[in-house]
């Protein structure tokens, strides 16, 4: 049993029979610790705004966890960018077309269900297709009449677990023209993939035909960030900037050629493919990625025991690497080597 608790026997041993009645076979722990956590928030003083906030953020988090569990095999593309765009835009026009792209190809779209290039996606792909992940500000009216009634839309309070959901939940991402909001998102969204805390998913930044806001973007970043030294070289390959929906198309799908997922196991980190990796790939791959792997090699392995326990995948093949958990842009670019694509080194 783990330490974190009351400093009470007796409520311990309460939290503990409560636990008991969910009877859920492995996560007794999780949850007492849950529990023990309310209970000391409760104990400790906090004033009721403290309190308020993480009881609505833990119900938000909890309706849209269970909002999405019937979807959870289904890949989805969040698509970001302007309200305030409007139909007829070139912007307006490339979100409706990638949103109708990508639902032909039986993905689903997220996006946060206002107007301008969120309501286009939604257009696009279909209410079907859609979900809505709205933020309620008094300044905006009601989510767009698109997908307003739909059960999968979800109206958040807070920024942060609105975040968390579409981070949570998405399987790639296209950015396309935006505020301060936009630029929030896009550059979080790289910050937490190149320190590992957002699994590696394709990023595209898509500017509509003829369009410089991307391209201006990237300037910035290569002149300020990179030739600066605050960035690596290999940083720029999170991402993936193109003014045509096909090729956005093309690199989103693109990268779940034959790279399908990761997770860690103790200290390795496992790819899943959806083919066997033949043993001159396998060797390549060594030979190139070298740098980023701490001992050992990359190694195909069965399912581990923690993989098969959570039936996560586990007749897909599986590569295995002891990952020096710094170097993400150059797991990326493995993943590209397994897929058959161009890498940033290429």
Request: glycine residues 8%.
């Amino acid at each position: 049993m783990g330490s974190y608790r009351t400093g009470d026997k007796a409520v311990d041993d309460a939290i503990h029979a409560l636990v008991d009645t969910i009877t859920r076979d492995g996560d007794h722990e999780l949850l007492f610790e849950m529990l023990v956590s309310a209970y000391r928030m409760g104990s400790e003083g906090l004033d009721r705004g403290e309190l308020k906030l993480v009881n609505s953020s833990l119900k938000e988090i909890r309706y849209a966890f269970g909002l999405f569990e019937p979807y959870h095999q289904v890949r989805k593309v969040s698509i970001f960018g302007s309200a305030r765009i409007q139909p007829g835009d070139p912007a307006y026009t490339c979100a409706h077309d990638l949103g109708h792209a990508m639902a032909a190809r039986e993905w689903m779209i997220m996006t946060g269900a206002g107007p301008g290039i969120m309501q286009a996606g939604i257009e696009g792909a279909g209410a079907a297709k859609s979900f809505g992940i709205n933020i309620v500000l008094p300044f905006e009216a009601d989510a767009s009449s698109v997908i307003a009634g739909d059960p999968k839309l979800i109206n958040f309070r807070y920024f942060f677990t609105r975040k968390l959901t579409f981070m949570k939940e998405s399987h790639a991402f296209a950015l396309l023209p935006g505020g301060f909001g936009t630029m929030d998102e896009s550059f979080e969204l790289l910050t937490l993939m190149q320190t590992g805390k957002q699994p590696l998913a394709p990023v595209v930044l898509l500017d509509p035909p003829g369009g410089t806001y991307w391209a201006t973007w990237k300037d910035f970043v290569e002149r300020e960030l990179l030739d600066n030294g605050l960035i690596s070289p290999a940083d720029l390959s999170l991402v993936k900037l193109t003014d045509s929906v096909d090729e956005a198309v093309a690199e989103i799908c693109g990268f779940y050629t034959t790279y399908h997922s990761m997770r860690y196991v103790g200290s390795r980190l496992i790819l899943r493919t959806t083919e066997a990796i033949d043993d001159g790939l396998l060797e390549a791959i060594n030979d190139e990625f070298a740098d980023i792997v701490v001992r050992g090699g990359i190694e195909r392995v069965e399912a581990t025991e923690s993989e098969v326990e959570d039936e996560d995948a586990i007749d897909l093949p599986r590569l295995s690497m002891y990952f020096n958990k710094a170097s993400f842009s150059r797991l990326r670019d493995l993943i590209d080597r397994l897929n058959g694509r161009p890498t940033a080194a290429s």
